[in-house]
Every structure is written in C-alpha cells, then in structure tokens.
C-alpha cells in the first residue's frame, strides 16, 4: 500500500495545522463564538498534520461529540476549547500556513496580524456541533455498512441509530437487498477530493483537499472501513475499533478481544465485573456439585466426591 494514503497516518495531507494555548468565548448575535488569541510576542504550537494518526483524530471527535450532547452552547464550549487546546484548531484559516518557509514558526507579527487582527482563526458552537453531529451520525451508519456487508449481526448497532428507521431491516438477508440504500447514503455523504498543493518542502505533490479536522476525519474513517475485517490488525496499519462497554465511547483496540477503553474508571469497572463474574461462577459450581452429590447419595459440599 501506498504509504502517503496509508491507513490512519494522514501523510498525504501536507497541511499544517496550529494549536494555541488560548481561547476566547464570546457571544454574538445570539450565538457562542470561539477564538484563537496570543499574547504579545507568542506563536502557536504547528503540527504536521493533528498532533495526533487519522483514526485517533477520528474518534476523538466522535468521542467529543458525545461529551457535549445534551449540554448547552455556552457549557459545550469549554468542552471544545479544551479539545482544540489538546489537539488542533479544527478549522483551517482562510489562508493557508504557509509552511515552506524556513521562519514560519518564529514569526510573531505574521501570528498576531493573522489571529489577533484578522481573527482567521474563529468558529462558532453551533457550526462545530452540526459538524461533530454528521460525523458521529455518520460513523455509526458507516460501521454498520460495513457490519452488514460482512453479513454480520447489526443488532448493536441498529440500537444505537435512534435518529431514523430507514435501516431498521438491515438485519435481515439477502444482504443484496440494502445495496440500494447503502450506495445512496455513500453518495450523498461528504467526500474528499484530492488537489495538487506544495509540500512542506515547496515541491507539488497530489493530496486531499482538507479545509478542517472533519474532512480528514472521514478520510480516516473512509480507510478504516475499505480494509477487510479479517485481515490483521497489523496490516497497513489497520486497527481494531470498538465501543467501550463501560462508558461507551468508542476507542482502538489494542488486541482482538479488548471490550474496554484504557479510561482508568472504565478499567477499575472491567476488574468488578470479572470479579462479579468469577463469584457467581464459583457460586454455580459449588450448587452443582451439591447436585451432583444428591443425585448419588452424598451430601457434603465441595468437590465432588467421585462416586
């Protein structure tokens, strides 16, 4: 595989991303505005790329969409501006980096006109939970999809689709009964599309066309899904996505079997119900062997006594 569009690693983006240590929140005209700002004199941190692989920045937005789901626009901007400070502003300005310059990132007047004065870097609540919704929405479906082409029990999934009952039936075969639907729903999803740019270097190279984290979000999200199940984890970077059955929120598997996130409080869940689990299976072999025991004339507890 070609490593530029290798699964997760995004390096076929050569656009730099920044990463500020503040931001404002503001309200105008009815609406919660964040933005970007710098101290005299500072710059912000630039990524190659998020800071962070594709399918990483992928769930974390899916994961940040539902820590904010039910909150209020005012609440769910701290929650967003943590994440931006964590990560990388999620929109790109209306200029590009202009990462093949040697000075780029010691250019303080080029940083403060850009962000202080042009405020390029600047979105709104409601733009970026409409983003973060599609995208989450659109994970689901998209996981499904591919559940189900696999011919695969969707039961899970089809549960946590709670917005429409447009794909109520995809539990059920022949799976080529839904090619219809799926190939609809893919149509009208966003896409990417790909454009010649400069590279960090100032040489052409062809590359996704991103103008924020969502774009390469459902690149990511894109890759995972075109690569088979069965295949192994290991290959072309291919990972394991599950959701946490503790809180959740869905996360890289590191092994085939992994049910929880690395979470701490989902971890120190996991271990109570392994104990619950070993309790009652000890519980339920200590009852059959009084069974047994009956069953053939001795009624002693314990082991059984091998009549």
């Keep these: 595989m070609n490593e530029d569009f290798s699964l997760g690693k995004m390096s076929a983006d050569a656009r730099m991303t920044a990463t500020f240590k503040y931001y404002e ?4 005209n009815e609406k919660i505005i964040i933005t970007a700002c710098l101290d005299e004199g500072d710059v912000p941190k630039l990524n190659r790329r998020y800071g962070l692989d594709g399918n990483e ?5 899916n994961n940040l969409y539902q820590s904010i789901r039910g909150k209020d626009d005012n609440t769910a901007a701290d929650d967003i501006i943590s994440w931006c400070q964590q990560y990388a502003h999620p929109y790109y ?12 990132e010691k250019d303080t007047e080029y940083w403060n006109f850009s962000t202080n004065i042009l405020g390029n870097f600047t979105f709104d609540v ?11 929405r659109d994970t689901l479906v998209i996981l499904m999809f591919k559940k189900c082409l696999e011919r695969l029990d969707v039961s899970t999934e089809l549960a946590q689709i709670t917005w429409t009952n447009e794909f109520a039936d995809f539990n059920s075969f022949p799976m080529q009964k839904h090619l219809g639907k799926i190939s ?17 270097n100032g040489e052409l190279k062809v590359m996704p066309d991103f103008h924020s984290v969502f774009d390469a979000a ?5 890759q995972y899904v075109s690569i088979p199940t069965d295949y192994p ?23 085939n079997r992994q049910k929880y996130c690395d979470n701490p409080e989902c971890k120190k869940e996991r271990n109570r119900r392994k104990s619950r689990t070993a309790y009652r299976r000890k519980i339920q072999e200590e009852n059959d062997n009084l069974t047994a025991g009956r069953d053939h004339g001795c009624f002693h507890a314990g082991a059984r006594c091998g009549k």
């Design 25 to 28: 929140k503001t309200e105008q």
């Design 57 to 61: 920045l992928w769930l974390s937005l």
């Design 126 to 136: 409601h733009t970026m939970r409409k983003d973060l919704e599609s995208l989450y």
């Design 184 to 200: 609809t729903y893919l149509n009208k999803m966003s896409g990417v599309t790909m454009k010649l740019g400069l590279d960090e």
């Design 218 to 222: 459902r690149f990511a999200l894109s």
């Design 93 to 104: 300005a209306s200029e590009d980096i202009e990462e093949y310059r040697w000075d780029i």
């Design 233 to 255: 984890i290991a290959y072309a970077d291919r990972v394991g996505v599950a959701t946490c059955e503790c809180c959740g929120r869905l996360f890289i598997k590191n092994g």
